[in-house]
C-alpha cells in the first residue's frame, strides 16, 4: 500500500501533489528498463510480479521508457505504445500498481540516435547526423521537419493510451541523451528549422510541443518531465541550461519535472557508481527547482531515508525517486516507514547485476538480491528446511547460505577461521573505491544475529569438528584465494599477495615496509581496487594487467575503476609480467622486453578456489558453494548459495 505517515521520516512520508493527481508519499519508484518481464511489447505477469513486489509504501511507480514508435526503441522489452491496442495490453500493470496504493506512472520516451540499429532493424533517427557520443557507433539519419512534427503526435498518441490504460501520470524522458534531449542540445541539434536554435528556448521547442501536445490529449494526466540538470560532458548542457529549458516546459504545461543528469559516456554516469556520493544529483534538482513552481523529483543514489528526509526538509526537492536501492531490496520503504534502516539490504552500486546485465543485452537481476526478476517463486520465502545445517566460510557466499537456511527454519552454524566475518568482502572493502562493500558485511552480520545463527570466528573447521556438528546439511563456502603466478625472483624484492598485503603479514623476503615503487599484478577488479590502495598511501603504484585491465566486471564499473586509477595518478600497463629483478619486473611490452622499475610487488588476480584439503577424504558430501566453487565475485557467490539452501529444502 502505497502509504501516507510515518514517526520516522514524516516529510518522506506526506502526501504531495503533481497537477491533480494525489501522491500518498515522496518515494517514487524510479523508471528501470528490465530487459525482461514483456512479450512483443505487452507487460506479462513476470513485469507485474516485479512491481508488485517493490511498490509496497511507495507513492508512485514508474514503468520505464514506452516506446512511442518501433525506431525509438532503447530495448525491445519496453512497452510498445505505437500498437492500436497498447491500451488494453498495458491495462493490467497499471491495475496492480494502482491496486497497490501507488500512483502508476508510465515514462514516454524515443531514443533518437541512442538506439542500436540491432534494436531496431534500422538507422537511427536525430535532430542532426551527428553520433552519440559514446556506445552507438552509426551515424543518424536526421529527421525532416514533418517527421519531427509526427513524433510529437506520436508522444501524444502515446499518453493518451497511457491514460486509457489506467496510468495516472506520465514521465516524459527528456533526459540522458535520448531524443528530446537531443533537441535540447547545443552539440546534437544544429538544426535550421522551427526545432533548432542557438538558445535553450529555441531548442526546448520540440519538447514544449510535446508537453502542450500530451497536456491536449491526455488532460486528466499528471504530466512529469525528466530533464538533465547537468550533461556532465565537456560539450554538454550545464545547470544553467537545466534552469532554461526547466521553465519552458513549465510554461508548455509540465506538472513536475524530475531531475537527473548524464549522457551515455558521461562521468559520473546517470547510474552513479559504488563510490559516489549519495544524493549525488540533488545540488542540480535543488537548483532547477530555485526557478520553478511545480515539484521537483530528485534521483541518483538515493538510499538513505534519513538523507532524502533532510534533502525534503530543506525544501531541496519536493519527491526523490529510488531505483537500485529498491532492487536490491524490495522492501526499502516499508523498511524506511518503520525505522527499520539497519535492516535494509545496501545497493553496492557495481550495476554488474543491473544496468551492466543490460548493456550484454541480457535481463537485469541484482548482486545482492538475485531474486530480481524472479519475484513469483521467491516471495515469500518457498518452503521449509528442517534439521541442521553447518557452513563452513564466513564470506559471502557463506553468510548468504546461513541466513536463506535460517530464514527457513533450519538451525544454524557458521564456523570462520579469521576474525571476523565478510571474507572477500572486506578485502575489497579496505580498497578505496570498494570501502561501502563493509556495509554489506555488516547487514549479513546483522542478519545472522537477529535471524539466530551461532557464528563461531577463530575456527578452523576439520573432521572432527564436521563429526562433531552432526548437522544435516554441510555447505562448503571457503572462498578463494590469489593464484601467484610461476615467476622467478620472488626472493629477490618484496612480493606480498593481496590478502598478505591487507593482511599487515611480511612479504616473500620478510618485509613489512610498504615499498616507494609497487608493481600490481593482475587484469581484474582487484587488481584495480588494489592498485588504488595503493596509491592511496602515497605511493607509486602500476597495475600491471598483461592485457585489457578490469576484465571481470561490468563495462561500467570497469570504466569506472579505470577512470580512478587515472584520477589517483596511478597507472595500469598491459604488459605482461616475465621476472622479478632485484630493479625491478621485467615484462613484455609490444613484442619487446622492458624492464618496469619498481620496489615492491602485489599480486592481486586471478583467484582459485579454496576448499580444505580434508574434505577430499571425508565421507561428507559437502555442497560446495561460492567462490570455493569457481571464483566469479560477489552477485554469483550471492544467488548460487540462496539457490542450494532452496534446493535443499525443496528435496527435503
Ligand atoms: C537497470 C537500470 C535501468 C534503467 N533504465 C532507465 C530507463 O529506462 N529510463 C530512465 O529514465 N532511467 C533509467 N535508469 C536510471 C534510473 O531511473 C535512475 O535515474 C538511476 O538508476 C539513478 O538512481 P538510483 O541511484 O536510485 O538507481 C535505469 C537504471 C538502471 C539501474
Ligand atoms: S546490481 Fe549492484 S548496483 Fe545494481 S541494484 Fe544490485 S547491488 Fe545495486
Redesign the pocket.
Known sequence: MGTTGSPHYPRLFSPWTVGEVGVPNRIVL?????GFGFEQGAPNRQLIDYFEARISDVGMAVV??GAVSPEGR?EQQVPWMWRDDAADRLAPLAAAIDDAGTVPCL?L?HGGRQVSPVVIGEDPVAPSTLKATAHVRRTPRELTTDEAGGVVAAFASAAAKAAEAGFRAVEL?A??GYLIHQFLSAEANRRQDEYGGSTTAARSRFGSKIVAAIKDAAPDVALLV?INGSDLTAAGATVGDARAAASEFEAAGADGLVV?AGVYGSVPY???LFDDPEGIFIDLAASVREVVSVPVVA?????DPAAAESALNEERCDAV?????L?ADPEWATKSRHGHTADIRP?IGT?EG??GM?QHGDP?SCSVNPDVGREATARPEPGVLNGSVLVIGGGVAGMEAARTAARLGAGVTLVEKSGELGGALRLAAATPPLRHLAGLAGWYERQLDRLGVEVRLHTEAGPSLVEAAKSDHLIVATGAATEVPVLDGYDLLPVWTLESMLGGEPSSTGSTQLPIRIAVLGNGRRALAMTLWVGDRGREAVAVTGGRAGVDTSGLARRALIDRVAQADTFIDEAAPLRVTPQGLEVLRNGEVHLLECDGVVIADPTRPERPRWLADSAEEPIVIGDAREPRGIGPAIAEARDAVRALSAAG
Do not use: E
Open positions: 524510479s523508471p528501470m528498463t528490465t520505464a521508457f532503447v515514462q520516451g524522458h533526459a540522458h525528466r537527473s546517470t547510474i552513479p534521483v541518483g543514489r538515493i538510499t525517486a529510488v531505483g537500485r536501492a532492487l545497493c550495476v543491473c544496468a543490460l537485469i
